[in-house]
């Protein structure tokens, strides 16, 4: 399968590192990336992990239309206020009859909906399983092993980056040293104020509901609040305690309504949801048929949201 990579940043060269690892049992072939800045590669028997960038397309339509792939992975940066431009992105690969492929939950918190049935109607697929909890199976596993069962709320800590800073406040060190380590770890958002403002947490919380509760909302319905608040002093002050504080996301139904919220928690540190530290990250699915179910990932990096990347494909090239 012919596959074509708009975005080649952390996830994008963890994903092609991931395909050249697997290359023999799984034949897959990037023959195009498009970059904002670096330009766009082309070649149809495959391109190199490094490509030699020429000038960028005009447009992604005109991107995509060139590039002639079976699949388009959107890894282009999150915007938690409108999930463009991949929102757009991915409408123009289902529009050139591709399948589409996203780490990125901007789309699936702003458009989820739409996105779905435009693919729908194109007979081409639409998946997005890194887009929360950096491939660990979250939607896959709803769909795939949970039939018939209503998600009726859930409870996360689904933000890498403010682990890693509230960890290093806890260690008696400044939040922009916990930002370097996750940026050298390549979690960071582009824009890391995305992590530490609650926004990431807000388009996941977002993202989940769309898709697993029929939502219909947008990050800017999740009630939030980020880090700034927190200082070392306080985040000493909880570890003498035997406390943290981590960004809780949380999804309920309040009277027949879905109420969303992304608030930093002060937990003990052996709460479930804080027992982890790291980037690890925790999610509990509240259920009508299964109760309370949970799925935890323990210091997961780039290279586990390249294999959710790379589970969607395999699904993909499997189901055709
Ligand atoms: N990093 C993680 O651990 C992680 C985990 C889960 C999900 N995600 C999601 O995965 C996505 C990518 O993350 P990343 O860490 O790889 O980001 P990144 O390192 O900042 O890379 C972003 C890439 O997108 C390109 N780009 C930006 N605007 C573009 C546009 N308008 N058209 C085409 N290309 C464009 C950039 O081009 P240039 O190279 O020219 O700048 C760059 O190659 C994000 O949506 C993020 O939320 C990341």
Not at 150 to 168: D, E, H, R, Y
């Amino acid at each position: 399968m012919k596959v074509a990579l708009v975005g080649y940043g952390n996830v994008g060269h963890a994903f092609a590192r991931l395909l050249a690892a697997k290359h023999a049992a799984f034949p897959f072939r990037i023959v195009a990336i498009h970059t904002a800045r670096h330009g766009t590669a082309f070649e149809p028997k495959g391109l190199p992990i490094d490509p030699a960038f020429g000038p960028p397309a005009e447009t992604t339509a005109d991107f995509l239309h060139r590039a002639a792939a079976d699949v388009a992975i959107e890894v282009t940066p999150l915007n938690p206020e409108t999930g463009e431009p991949a929102l757009s992105h991915i409408r123009a690969a289902i529009a050139c009859g591709m399948h589409v492929i996203t780490a990125n939950k901007g789309p699936i918190a702003h458009g989820y909906a739409g996105l779905r049935d435009q693919a729908n109607r194109a007979q081409v697929q639409f998946r997005f399983e890194s887009a929360v909890m950096d491939g660990t199976p979250i939607f896959n596993n709803v769909r795939n092993n949970l039939p018939g069962v209503n998600v009726l709320g859930f409870t996360g800590v689904l933000n890498s980056t403010s682990k890693l800073v509230i960890g290093a406040m806890q260690q008696g060190r400044s939040m922009q040293e916990g930002v370097r380590e996750a940026q050298a770890l390549g979690v960071a958002e582009s824009d890391v104020t995305h992590d530490l403002d609650g926004w990431d947490s807000a388009a996941k919380t977002a993202a989940l509901a769309n898709v697993l509760m029929d939502a219909h909302v947008r990050p800017q319905d999740v009630f939030r609040r980020g880090l700034s608040d927190l200082t070392v002093k306080r985040a000493l002050e909880l570890k003498a305690e035997r406390k943290t504080v981590s960004l809780v996301s949380r999804a309920f139904l309040d009277a027949g309504q879905i109420r969303l919220q992304v608030l930093p928690e002060v937990l003990d540190e052996t709460d479930l949801l804080a027992v982890n530290g790291g980037t690890s990250n925790v999610l509990l699915l509240h259920t009508d048929l299964m109760g309370t179910i949970g799925t935890v990932s323990i210091a997961p990096g780039v290279e586990q949201t390249a294999y959710g990347l790379f589970s969607d494909l395999v699904d993909i090239a499997r189901s055709l």
